[in-house]
């Protein structure tokens, strides 16, 4: 009588859980990554979003003003916004209409890298 000895194996072996790992860990590196630049380019928009918001709100300040009162002015910091500065600029007889005048708001801040933006609101404003 014959006796086969074979014996059925079950699970995995080392070599198989060890480059399952390895695949494992290049897949989440490259997700982590990918989330990083994720994260920063969010937070870069929320700084723009922020100058956009200013700028808008400046230019909203200019058109409750009186028509003679709207003038030129030099960069001037936010007080709330230390990292924020504003400047209007004022073409007159724009277009070539005396009663038009061309209006434009400049909000500047530098990024976390120390690089300068600039983001321009402009308008045409009429005199009444």
Not at 57 to 85: G, H
Not at 86 to 94: C, L, M, N, Q
Request: proline share 2%; with cysteine.
């Amino acid at each position: 009588m014959k006796v086969d000895l074979i014996k059925e194996e079950n699970g995995f072996s080392f070599i198989e859980v060890v480059i399952a790992l390895a695949i494992l860990a290049i897949m989440v590196v490259g997700m982590v990554s990918v989330f990083s630049l994720g994260v920063l380019g969010t937070a870069g928009g929320g700084i723009s979003n922020k100058a956009v918001a200013l700028a808008q709100d400046k230019m909203e300040e200019i058109l409750n003003k009186p028509f003679p009162q709207v003038a030129t002015t030099n960069w001037t910091q936010f007080p709330e916004y230390s990292n924020y500065e504003y400047k209007i600029d004022v073409a007159s007889d724009s277009h070539g209409y005396a009663e038009l005048r061309e209006v434009t708001v400049s909000v500047r801040w530098t990024t976390e890298e120390g690089t300068q933006r600039v983001y321009d609101v402009k308008c045409i404003i009429h005199s009444q």
